[in-house]
DNA sequence: GCATTTTCATACCCATCGTTACAATATTGG
DNA sequence: CCAATATTGTAACGATGGGTATGAAAATGC
């Protein structure tokens, strides 16, 4: 907090982006997981040899638990943003779910969520990681209840459950998304999963009683 | 099914248990993970030497694979069993959620599901490793909607969700279980989230409306 | 332009990894 | 008791793991 200044930098600059560097480090880990990722696996992944990366995050363990803290921030700050503009708690858990299999499907290949696919078998002994992994599910619960309140408080008779408790329904869902990803399920199943979960935790959209089964196409990135 | 000769072993015997030795991998692989356990910790849980590993089992893929496998097999039996023991669906869900508590929180550590909470990192490169991991999911969700199956037909006005998709919802709440119980999350906060989803996916008792929040004790053991 | 400072590239270090020869040991069948 | 067979214990193998020393390269400040 106190040093600010601009960039008195002496020396040779880098010629890399640690933001940028740091997304290919998380997808390697992504893939591979920690311990199954390799200091070359992260070179080839980067394009920066050894030293560049220790120097400039440190070891190993540093760089995975700075990736993760990266996903979680970004994830979690996109996942609010997703569940505030959503006009109704429906379309909110919806819009967040739809976003989260898109992740979770990667290109192709079911990759699950970064962290509550990667972290869990570190989390027994490192208790940075576990904290992680912590932080990560508390996140999400928080965002769910404060838009399940919301919607309390704006009149949308919702869920038979207190903000809380839906809240951490609806987080358990994302969980089991990433986990079933992972073990190759279909989008189709994904998609058939979460739509479940909005007709159980939000009530139909006001008209009719049609349950719909397509996810629909829009809002597309 | 064509050789069931009782013993015509030559040669000298072996001097352990495979499904006791399987355990004890298990145990080891489910602190640890798969590429975070090594032989030498494999022969120190085991107290086997690793030709005797390697030759009873084959290499540690093989015995990783075959310490799924068990898991898998004896956690759904006993799943099963536990659901289809119970009078009711609430009181199914219940057991079944304090059961999987008991297990996933281990001696006082959270160690989650072995299969859920290893297998993913691997799933992803690994064929043999995302079938088990599906197969796993794949068993939970049959349990559960033959549970709930037989409730509706039983005439217990249950869920407002068919039986596959409410099985899908519940079983996702385990998969969540384990995952917070890797967070460190205490056991008072799995009973809580277990107890929502059974107010949930389960009409109240019948009688009266009080809901339960102590987890009780009983069929210990 | 020259000293200073930081980054980049090559190579190397030691530890540990999974796996396997090899020989000693223990059991079965005769 | 002896040949045959399977398991056990010790030790070693090559490969790869994470981490780092050592200069060359590239920028800043005066």
Known sequence: MAETIPTPRR??????DAHEVLQQVQDAFWKGGFEGTSIDDL???????RPSLYGAFGDKHALYLQALRQYRESTLDAGRQILEDAPTLRTALEDIYRAAIRIYMGDDDGRGCFVSSTAPPEAVHDTSVRRELSAMNDGLDGHFEAR????????????????DEAARIASAVLHSLSVRARAGASKRALHALAQSAVDLLAKAPETGS????????STGG
Do not use: D, M
């Open 210 to 217: 049609e349950s719909g089964s397509e996810p629909g196409n």
């Open 43 to 49: 070179t080839g992944a980067t394009g920066l040899n």
């Open 11 to 16: 020396g040779r600059p880098r010629s890399f």
């Open 148 to 163: 399940i309140a919301r919607a309390q408080a704006e009149g949308e008779v919702c869920t038979a459950l207190p903000p």
